[in-house]
């Protein structure tokens, strides 16, 4: 897996912009490792500073694109997480986007949530073997899980707001995850 310098890195490719602490949160380290981490590649060259938040630089995702397939070679050539991958393709990111633009289109509705509580369930038995692969997987089911957890309290920006760690929020960034580590490019 990525050491915690790239792991920096590829998080910011997941989250955009961030500080220190949003960046933890997303790839599991702890936020004084990930500010070291993100001073370093500041100076490196391969993150950017402003105003107390960060983000990769084309010389960052040049590196991380020339470790991926050294560090995910096993993982890439898997059987299991090739068809794992493939399953979540066709199926439960379709199903996810059909419910989130629903969601968009009519406002609250329990109908939806309940599509994604199934969606969120199928998500975990599809892609098992890549979670098991890749021991940080799992942060983004507990994420999903939490989202949904404030949607049920009726929060519904959870569902798909921008400003908060919503579902397609963190889906977004889960799927980017899911691409970045088996090579693949996002479907159309």
Same mark, same amino acid.
């Given at each position: 897996? #990525? *050491?915690?310098?790239?792991? &920096? ?6 989250? /955009?912009l961030?500080?220190?602490? /949003?960046?933890?949160?997303? =790839? ?15 100076? !490196? ?10 983000? =990769?630089?084309?010389?960052? $995702? ?14 890439r &050539? ?7 991958? *493939?399953?979540?393709? %066709?199926?439960? !990111? ?6 989130? &633009?629903d ?5 609250? *509705?329990?109908?939806?949530? @309940? $599509? ?8 975990? $038995? ?15 089911? *507990?994420?999903l ?9 009726? +929060? !519904? @920006? ?5 400003? %908060? ?13 899911? #691409?970045?580590? &088996?090579? $693949? +490019?996002?479907? +159309?």
């Amino acid at each position: 897996m #990525l *050491d915690s310098y790239l792991l &920096t890195l590829h998080g910011l490719t997941l989250r /955009q912009l961030a500080d220190a602490g /949003q960046l933890a949160d997303v =790839i599991g380290l702890d936020r004084t490792e990930v500010q070291i981490a993100l001073e370093k590649a500041v100076a !490196n060259g391969a993150a950017m500073a402003a105003r107390g938040s960060n983000m =990769i630089t084309p010389a960052g $995702r040049e590196l991380l694109d020339a470790a991926y397939p050294e560090v995910f070679a096993q993982l890439r &050539t898997d059987a299991a997480i090739s068809a794992a991958v *493939d399953a979540f393709e %066709v199926g439960v !990111n379709k199903d996810v986007l059909a419910a989130t &633009t629903d969601w968009q289109l009519e406002g609250p *509705d329990p109908t939806i949530v @309940d $599509r994604l509580h199934a969606i969120n369930k199928k998500l975990v $038995r599809v892609l098992a073997p890549l979670a098991a692969a890749d021991p940080g997987f799992g942060r983004f089911f *507990d994420r999903l899980s939490a989202a949904l957890d404030h949607v049920d309290a009726g +929060e !519904n @920006d959870y569902v798909s707001g921008v400003r %908060v760690d919503s579902f397609h929020t963190v889906w977004f960034q889960m799927h980017e995850h899911v #691409l970045r580590l &088996t090579g $693949r +490019e996002r479907p +159309e």
